[in-house]
């Protein structure tokens, strides 16, 4: 199945949402819609058109975001948090705070990406309870991707494929899942094992520069000139909110 982890309607409509991800080619979409009361609305414009909707919370934080993916869209433990974003977004520890001890997992957006809103950049490695990350928006240097790669790889954690909660770049980027992932908790535990592989689909007449940096140039042994004339340096050690969607 493909998926994407974090796609946010923001003032697209329930149908019109669920018809861009169809073109998209997505099979299912985690719904950071703009509050959980209108998360039933996406979900059965998703639900008419045989795509499978995922309920997923977005938590801006002042430098990247989180979303949060419950296992249980009727959990009531959801209702009882305040998820209204602050001006400027949420500090990292409070947004883990919102989430900590509900049941589901936690995700970071790409942390390198840094043509949008700002990165979270090296401060990622701060942050406790994190169980995936973006590392692939279809956009972007190649090297932000390998650096998110490096963080998932010294996590142990998923690593994940997304719009980036963009409507406009819906379809660049995905995660594949086993096929047959329908309800929430199944999405959750094929996460929390890593059944995630990370996919970009490039549009052929504009293919993304999937070109990695250019080599360092070889260092020079010992003390010798270099081909400039100089010195060379001596080297240096170191659905289940009404009953639908995501269903159970």
């Known amino acids: 199945m493909l998926i994407d982890v974090h796609a946010a309607p923001q003032t697209t409509s329930p149908k019109a949402f669920a018809e861009a991800a169809k073109s998209a080619g997505l099979h299912g979409v985690v719904i950071a819609a703009p509050d959980l009361d209108r998360w039933s609305?996406?979900?059965?414009?998703f639900d008419d058109l045989g795509l499978v909707p995922f309920m997923g919370i977005a938590l801006p934080m002042t430098r990247g975001t989180l979303v949060f993916v419950p296992r249980d869209t009727d959990d009531e433990a959801l209702d009882a948090v305040d998820w209204a974003v602050p001006a400027g977004g949420f500090e990292p520890a409070d947004a883990l705070a919102l989430v900590k001890g509900l049941s589901g997992v936690t995700l970071a957006t790409h942390p390198y990406f840094r043509d949008a809103d700002p990165a979270i950049g090296d401060r990622i490695y701060g942050l406790k309870g994190v169980g995936g990350v973006v590392t692939r928006v279809g956009d972007g240097k190649l090297t932000w991707d390998l650096m998110a790669d490096g963080f998932a790889g010294k996590r142990g954690i998923a690593r994940l494929g997304s719009a980036g909660g963009t409507f406009n770049?819906?379809?660049?980027?995905?995660?594949?899942?086993?096929?047959?992932?329908?309800t929430q908790d199944g999405l959750v535990d094929a996460i929390e094992a890593g059944q995630t592989l990370p996919v970009e689909l490039d549009d052929p007449a504009n293919p993304r520069d999937r070109r990695g940096p250019p080599p360092a140039p070889p260092r020079r042994e010992g003390g010798g000139r270099d081909d400039r004339g100089g010195r060379g340096r001596e080297e240096r050690g170191g659905r289940e909110r009404g009953g639908r969607g995501g269903r159970r």
């Open 41 to 45: 609305d996406y979900a059965d414009a």
């Open 169 to 182: 770049s819906l379809g660049r980027a995905a995660t594949v899942f086993p096929d047959g992932i329908e």
